[in-house]
């Protein structure tokens, strides 16, 4: 047998990884177009992110923050009651203002999860 034809034909041999190298070039084509569409369904999603409003209520709803999930507050509703105690009106802001970011979060993970199936990507 000479050795020009070794290995052709047989699993492993040359002629076999060819063939499962040019399906190999179609999957990573397939894959790399999918990529693309989810990439720009994200950016989609991202740019819309304005408009989705989220607001968090602290205290009884003694303040209240409105803002889009942009992270851009909108509106910041404090109940005159509370504005006697400054001490308590700190800690009540800073609990909205932390809520509300907690809400954002939860609130755009769960758009872009909808897309990527809870694949971590680098958009």
């Known amino acids: 047998m000479s050795n020009k034809f070794k290995g052709a034909g047989?699993?492993?041999g040359s002629h076999s990884s060819?063939?499962?190298g040019i399906?190999?070039?179609k999957n990573m084509s397939k894959l790399l177009k999918q990529a693309q569409e989810m990439q720009k369904k994200v950016a989609e999603v991202q740019e819309n992110f304005k408009n989705i409003e989220v607001s968090a209520s602290v205290g009884g709803e003694a303040i209240t923050v409105r803002g889009n999930c942009d992270y851009e507050i909108k509106e910041i509703e404090i109940k005159q009651d509370v504005t006697e105690?400054?001490?308590m009106l700190k800690d009540l802001l800073i609990t909205a203002f932390n809520e509300y970011t907690r809400k954002v979060k939860e609130r755009t993970d769960s758009e872009i999860n909808a897309i990527t199936g809870g694949m971590n990507m680098p958009f």
Request: no cysteine; hydrophobic share 25%.
């Open 85 to 87: 105690d400054i001490e």
């Open 23 to 25: 399906g190999g070039m």
């Open 10 to 12: 047989r699993p492993g």
């Open 18 to 20: 060819s063939i499962r």
